[in-house]
């Protein structure tokens, strides 16, 4: 069962509407000064930051039946499927980092966030609250929970999650206009940036894809990814002076494409069975739940 010109619509809608919903209130809030303020940082980021889950939420009560709804939800419950895949790449990220950071540009480690977990063990379920607001709370429900498996039926896996990553990448491009977020600083370095990270953005949304697959298209598995690379350096590195440069964007993307190369190199004929297997999931999934059985746009 192929992704139907109802569905294309519906995804297109889907899209355009957050990236019109988040760059409209990021161009309104430029025009009347509040991205210069640390107040309107934050409404901005919980007026605008959420529109890919509401969106997507609003797109899956508004087209999904209620046996597709409750699959939908249920993928989100927290599982240790493919905990392996994500210990590997925060161990790729961490250690791949502190290399770049310490050979080429001198940034030792302060370990401040880990002195933190010792002195106060609560601190923890802080930490792992944040690794999931910012990002995958407020994101996921629409990137991956909606459109990423209509993208891989429509494009393939690798086409259709880079697509995927391409459109995550340039949705960002209002947090540069807002002084106090590190995109900011890194565009007042060099406008190239943007362009390296949207690059980024491909390459980590490949990375998330695979999770998906080897996690048997969990969307927690999915989204716990995004978390981890959000927030994995912050563990032993509280303040980076490169954050806000093009050079942590570089590395980021070595670190992407290295474990990119180990899955498809090491892992390949495992990987490659997975993939076809839950594909296969996705066609048999939507002829039983019928998800266009509801609402026409």
């Known amino acids: 069962m192929n992704i139907t010109s109802k569905e294309v619509r519906q995804l297109r809608i889907f899209f355009i509407a957050t990236i019109l919903w988040t760059w409209t209130v990021g161009l309104v809030f430029v025009m009347v000064g509040l991205n210069e303020t640390a107040l309107g940082e934050i409404v901005f980021l919980f007026s605008a930051g959420v529109a890919p889950s509401a969106v997507g939420l609003f797109m899956v009560f508004s087209t999904y039946t209620r046996q597709a709804r409750g699959d939908y939800f249920k993928r989100f419950i927290p599982t240790w499927r493919g905990a392996w895949f994500v210990l590997l790449y925060a161990t790729l990220l961490l250690g791949l980092s502190t290399a770049v950071l310490v050979g080429f540009f001198g940034e030792l480690p302060d370990f401040?966030?880990?002195?933190?977990?010792?002195?106060?063990?609560?601190?923890?379920?802080?930490?792992?609250?944040?690794?999931?607001?910012?990002?995958?709370?407020?994101?996921?429900?629409g990137w991956r929970?909606?459109?990423?498996?209509?993208?891989?039926?429509?494009?393939?896996?690798i086409k259709g999650s880079l697509m995927l990553g391409f459109i995550w990448g340039i949705w960002h491009?209002?947090?540069?206009?807002?002084?106090?977020?590190?995109?900011?600083?890194?565009?007042?370095?060099?406008p190239w940036w943007f362009v390296v990270y949207v690059a980024q953005c491909m390459l980590f949304s490949l990375v998330i894809s695979i999770a998906y697959m080897l996690s048997n298209r969990s969307y927690f598995t999915a989204a716990?990814?995004?978390?981890?690379?959000?927030?994995?350096?912050?563990?032993?590195?509280?303040?980076?002076?490169?954050?806000?440069?093009?050079?942590?964007?570089?590395?980021?993307?070595?670190?992407?494409?290295?474990?990119?190369?180990?899955?498809?190199?090491?892992?390949?004929?495992?990987?490659?069975?997975?993939?076809?297997?839950q594909i296969g999931q996705i066609h048999r999934d939507r002829e039983k739940f019928s998800m266009n059985a509801v609402y026409s746009m």
């Open 224 to 277: 716990t990814v995004h978390g981890v690379g959000n927030a994995t350096v912050g563990l032993i590195y509280f303040e980076v002076s490169l954050s806000g440069t093009i050079w942590y964007a570089v590395t980021a993307i070595g670190v992407s494409m290295v474990i990119i190369a180990a899955t498809f190199g090491l892992f390949g004929r495992r990987f490659k069975a997975k993939r076809a297997e």
């Open 145 to 157: 929970g909606y459109a990423l498996d209509k993208m891989l039926i429509r494009h393939g896996f």
């Open 173 to 190: 491009l209002p947090w540069i206009f807002f002084a106090g977020q590190w995109q900011a600083r890194a565009f007042q370095v060099s």
């Open 112 to 141: 401040n966030t880990v002195k933190g977990f010792i002195s106060n063990p609560l601190t923890i379920l802080t930490f792992v609250f944040f690794l999931y607001m910012w990002g995958p709370l407020n994101e996921e429900f």
